[in-house]
């Protein structure tokens, strides 16, 4: 099983995000500078939880929130 | 010196070469070491290079590049959503090299190209052609994984938003490249 917390300091680690901003309201595109860093971000979660998503599983995907519970469901 | 619309142009050439080599360079790291992991890190050389070819041209012409805040590749999440895996973004990365030796071969075909403009479309394009063979044969090589049809379908997919998207970049594109080759026919048409 994985730990949401884990997720969310992963996301936020790997954003550079200031504590308390990877609340799960926050909108990931207001949270990077550079669209195709957030595809980076969802290929090293995989890496780092051992998932495999795809891009079906991420349509719905817009807030840090959806993003943890998307890959949460997978552990 | 260099026409307005031109400089515009060159300088988005710029800039999506920088988009491409900042994401590959990111990717590079990611991926897992192997013949995809190689492939991609010459890749993201080449670009870095390119955006380099497009700042020393822009310059030759005795212009400055503009910095501009949005690059093609930029609009690609938005119009086709997220990429969640390494052959989902190689699908993606065939069809926008696809697009970019298309858009440069329109562009080499303009009249009265200056020829330092013309030289770095050639040296370009020769780059974007192993571009697209290393890609395509990634994505042969994971088709045990992931499925013909399924990769497919998946370019197919892409395919479609970057229709979409090339056709609200071509709005600007095409405006500025009409009003190039009329002031150039002008131009050669001057007594």
Known sequence: MIDPKAVRGWISTFLRLQPGRAVDGAVLTDLVTESFVLVQLVIDLQEEFGIRLSGEDLRDVRSVGDLITTITSRG | ??????????????????????????????????????????????????????????????????????????????????????????????????????????????????????????????????????????LVSLEAEYGKEHIAKTIERYAAADRKVYERTLDEHSGRLEALIAQRRGRRGAP
């Open chain 2, 1 to 138: 010196m260099i026409h307005e619309n031109e400089l515009w142009i060159l300088s988005f050439y710029r800039r999506s070469e920088i988009s491409g080599a900042l994401f590959f360079g990111r990717l590079a790291q990611t991926v897992r070491a192997g013949a995809i992991q190689r492939d991609l890190t010459k890749h993201f050389s080449d670009e870095s290079l390119h955006a380099w070819y497009w700042t020393d041209c822009i310059e030759k012409l005795g212009a400055k590049p503009i910095a501009l805040d949005h690059s093609y590749q930029d609009q690609y999440i938005e119009a086709a959503g997220l990429p969640g895996n390494i052959m989902e973004i190689l699908a993606i990365t065939q069809v926008f090299e696809k697009r970019v030796i298309g858009q440069y071969a329109l562009h080499r075909a303009l009249p009265g190209l200056p020829p330092e403009v013309e030289s770095t479309l050639q040296r370009i394009m020769q780059d974007e052609k192993w571009h697209i063979q290393w890609v395509g044969d990634a």
